[in-house]
């Protein structure tokens, strides 16, 4: 079946633009994570959604990042005022239930580059 | 806060070498401990897991021993091959207050050579 899917696969964009990632998780799944890969700073978290609990914000980095879920399903991480330390893959992750027994499931990543 | 310190390489092996790839942690409690990699190319993917205490996790020919006196989750293969090049991340999953997300170890880039 379909796995995870993250457009756009690659985005350049000038300092100061506003960006928009999206991931489109399993469908059936009701947990989805974003994680930031990044040279420095290897994988990490950055915001948490199960069902329609409220989300785990904890990992973002600025109050320049948000994100949200629509519908239990589709999720979407923007990042305004983009800075070139925000350069970085952006994973997107869904499991079925968030149990943390539940295998989480990466979708390939948007590359982001700021000019 | 939960951590992950593994080897971070690179490390290039010959075909058949013997690897093993280092990862403790540190974590309140006793979380599930997991293997990912990521192939050239391609997306994460989940290569092995243990979710208690003793549990051997394996796939592919990899395995790896979830040691609580220790506090570690070493990644073994006998006999590496070609095609097992790839970055190699440990991690566990932290979970509290109804939230959950993987803490990751840095990766370790490994090279398998003809």
């Known amino acids: 079946g379909a796995g995870v899917s993250q457009s756009p696969s690659n985005k350049v964009t000038e300092k100061g633009k506003d960006v928009e990632l999206r991931c489109d998780p399993i469908?059936?799944?009701?947990?989805l994570y974003w994680y930031r890969q990044s040279l420095g700073q290897g994988l990490e978290f950055l915001i948490y959604f199960q069902g329609n609990s409220a989300p785990d914000k904890s990992g973002l980095p600025s109050d320049r990042f948000s994100a949200e879920r629509t519908g239990g399903s589709v999720s979407t991480l923007t990042i305004q005022r983009t800075q070139q330390e925000d350069s970085a893959v952006y994973l997107c992750?869904?499991?079925?239930?968030?149990?943390?027994?539940?295998?989480?499931?990466f979708g390939p990543g948007t590359r982001l580059t700021v000019t | 806060g939960d951590s992950v310190t593994q080897m971070e390489g690179p490390v290039t092996l010959s075909e058949e070498a013997f690897l093993t790839i280092n990862c403790t942690y540190t974590?309140?409690?006793?979380?599930?401990l997991f293997w990912y990699v990521q192939y050239p190319g391609e997306g994460l993917q989940l290569l092995l897991k243990a979710t208690k205490a003793d549990d051997k996790g394996s796939n592919k020919g990899f395995e790896a021993t979830y040691r609580k006196e220790t506090t570690s989750f070493h990644l073994e293969k006998g006999s590496v091959q070609v095609s097992d090049s790839a970055v190699y991340f440990c991690a566990l999953i932290h979970t509290q207050g109804g939230s959950e997300k993987l803490v990751f170890g840095k990766g370790m880039k490994l090279t398998v050579n003809p």
């Open positions: 469908s059936g799944h009701t947990a």
């Open positions: 974590a309140t409690g006793y979380p599930s």
């Open positions: 992750a869904s499991s079925l239930a968030g149990t943390g027994l539940s295998e989480q499931y």
